[in-house]
Structure formats: structure tokens, C-alpha cells
Nanobody, 115 residues
Framework: QVQLVESGGGLVQPGGSLRLSCAAS????????MSWYRQVPGKQREWVAS???????DYAESVQGRFTISRDNAKNTAYLQMSSLKLEDTAVYYC?????????WGQGTEVSVSS
């Protein structure tokens, strides 16, 4: 069993930065592929970025060059560094861990970009 707890969300002005964290319980974090998704009310959850257990990364086109996903296996934590934030980045951000065929989700952290 893996529990995920996101943190770091908040209110930021356009052009600002935030770093989201996803802390995982359990001993299998290093084996997990980690992803960030986001969801706006009334819309489908949208994939943002992923990092494999081997630290290969991939990004949605909408965040490429602005967001950076990383992980610290010693701390059982994944991160999403968000820079040059835009109004359209406003959403609830969710962390997902995939271990084999098993998927775990966190409860989400809210990011609001507003002037």
C-alpha cells in the first residue's frame, strides 16, 4: 500500500513559481513511476508530467519548458517545479504513483494563478 500526500499549492501571480511536493509512504517509492495530473472543475483530469523509476521524464506540451518534474528516492518524494505560471495553470494538481499494474492517487493540492 502506498499513500501519497501532495503539498505546496497556493495562490500565485502570473509569471510566478511554485513547487509542489508529493510525499509517499511505503518502501516501494523507488520502484514507482510518478506522475502529476491536474483537473479544473467540470473538465477531465489532464496529464502534466511523468518521471520513471529510472528518472526519465516526459511533459505535456502545455507545460514543456516551464515545469520540471523530479524525485528524491531518499526522501520518498516527487516534485513538480512550476515556473512562468499562467492563468490557465489554475487547477487542482494530483500526484499518481504507478507500481506495476497498481495505481495510487493523492488527494490533490490546489494551485490558483491570479493577478
Amino acid at each position: 500500500q502506498v499513500q501519497l500526500v501532495e503539498s505546496g499549492g497556493g495562490l500565485v501571480q502570473p509569471g510566478g513559481s511554485l513547487r509542489l511536493s508529493c510525499a509517499a509512504s511505503g518502501r516501494i517509492f523507488r520502484l514507482a513511476n510518478m506522475s502529476w495530473y491536474r483537473q479544473v472543475p467540470g473538465k477531465q483530469r489532464e496529464w502534466v508530467a511523468s518521471i520513471t523509476s529510472g528518472s526519465s521524464t516526459d511533459y505535456a506540451e502545455s507545460v514543456q519548458g516551464r515545469f520540471t518534474i523530479s524525485r528524491d528516492n531518499a526522501k520518498n518524494t516527487a516534485y513538480l517545479q512550476m515556473s512562468s505560471l499562467k492563468l490557465e495553470d489554475t487547477a487542482v494538481y494530483y500526484c499518481k504513483a504507478t507500481v506495476g499494474r497498481v495505481v495510487y492517487w493523492g488527494q490533490g493540492t490546489e494551485v490558483s494563478v491570479s493577478s
